[in-house]
């Protein structure tokens, strides 16, 4: 991996001419760049041979896309999971905003949570010449996935574009990427130190997906909270069903069916409050919560993340983490305009705070004969 790495970075930093791509395509110089361009007609399968030519020789990555930077479109392109949540939502309104109040476009792709179409489409607006290129979002990563991540980060500053993860770390410190992020595990901390200090010892995590970056770190906010108040490891319950509001409503409802299958076993651990991964989880669980005849905060408590526009509109108004998603999707493009110099690299860490509102409360009545202990 560290070989081929080595070995194409030169490459990518200047030597490919595009008399290379025409002779490795088998076109004309005049082809080439009227495919490059865009701005011609041409055959699509002269076209496609052109850009697989390009792709092999990366130079679409750094000749063709530096002269783009030099007189080229004002382009941002945006990559999230999904648009249909209010999160991403935000995120990429900020990033729209920003651009747009600098007179640049912007492009938004989905992914439903597949790196590999989210790597697609980074190459994708590589070939279209986008200045900025940003990810949003957390992402269940692994090797091939950092590996390509830190290819195209440096493919992108050798263009004199940028790579700009947004609410996720770097695969890598050391690649050319600036990082705009908030302090997942901290957010986590504190709405579970919120709960602790309302009395609650049994507190299910919901939305668990082993992997991915911004959900580990909320779990493990989780974790040392409870750790830090002195309750033993198996009262960490973490449930891998990942996000959404279906997904918060079916795990909801089998831990429900769970707890009154088990509820006559006295060595039974009762949960008295909910961690929702995020605010549709949290969603999914207060229906689950009404239809199994139960009330939120009396017999449970529940809390969320994110604090999306609804939050305060749900029944009841949901006690959350709010991340500041807008301002994320904003400074993503500020920052990296502001100072293209030293974004590569840079990293920027928003902080979190949590809205208390109506869905938490006291436990109903501690199960075992014991009044909440300090923390200490």
């Not at 200090?197 to 493990?220: E, K, Y």
């Not at 029944?315 to 998603?325: E, K, M, Q, W, Y």
Request: hydrophobic share 40%; proline share 6%; net charge negative.
């Amino acid at each position: 991996m560290g070989n081929d790495m080595a070995e194409a970075e030169p490459t990518a930093k200047r030597r490919v001419t595009i008399r290379e791509v025409a002779e490795r395509a088998g076109v004309s110089m005049a082809t080439v760049s009227r495919v490059l361009s865009g701005n011609h007609p041409v055959p699509a399968s002269t076209r496609a041979r052109v850009l697989r030519a390009s792709r092999d020789l990366d130079y679409v990555a750094n000749a063709h896309a530096r002269a783009l930077v030099g007189g080229g479109r004002k382009m941002v392109a945006v990559v999230l999971r999904q648009v249909t949540s209010p999160f991403y939502a935000q995120v990429a309104e900020g990033v729209e905003a920003e651009a747009a109040s600098r007179g640049w476009l912007c492009l938004v792709g989905t992914t439903g949570g597949d790196p590999q179409r989210e790597l697609e489409f980074v190459q994708l607006m590589r070939e279209e010449g986008a200045r900025l290129v940003v990810l949003v979002g957390g992402v269940v990563e692994d090797d091939a996935y950092r590996e390509r991540v830190a290819h195209y980060a440096q493919a992108l500053d050798s263009a004199g574009a940028r790579l700009v993860l947004c609410g996720r770390p770097s695969p890598d410190p050391d690649i050319p990427a600036l990082v705009v992020e908030f302090d997942n595990e901290a957010g986590a901390h504190a709405i579970t130190g919120h709960l602790l200090s309302a009395g609650h010892r049994g507190i299910v995590f919901l939305g668990g997906l082993p992997g991915n970056t911004a959900l580990d770190a909320r779990v493990a906010g989780y974790r040392a909270a409870l750790a830090e108040h002195g309750l033993p490891p198996e009262a960490v319950h973490v449930v891998d069903c990942g996000l959404g509001r279906a997904a918060g409503h079916r795990a909801m409802t089998q831990l429900l069916k769970e707890t009154a299958t088990t509820q006559l076993r006295k060595e039974t651990t009762d949960f008295t409050a909910v961690f929702a991964g995020d605010d549709m989880v949290a969603a999914g669980a207060l229906r689950a919560i009404t239809e199994a005849g139960l009330r939120v905060p009396h017999d449970i408590s529940v809390v969320g993340y994110n604090d999306i526009p609804l939050a305060e509109d749900f029944n009841p108004p949901l006690t959350t983490v709010r991340t500041p998603a807008e301002e994320l999707g904003r400074a993503a493009v500020r920052i990296a305009l502001r100072d293209p110099e030293h974004a590569a690299g840079a990293h920027h860490l928003l902080g979190t705070h949590i809205v208390v509102r109506d869905s938490v409360q006291p436990p109903p009545q501690a199960p075992r004969d014991e009044a909440p202990d300090h923390p200490h």
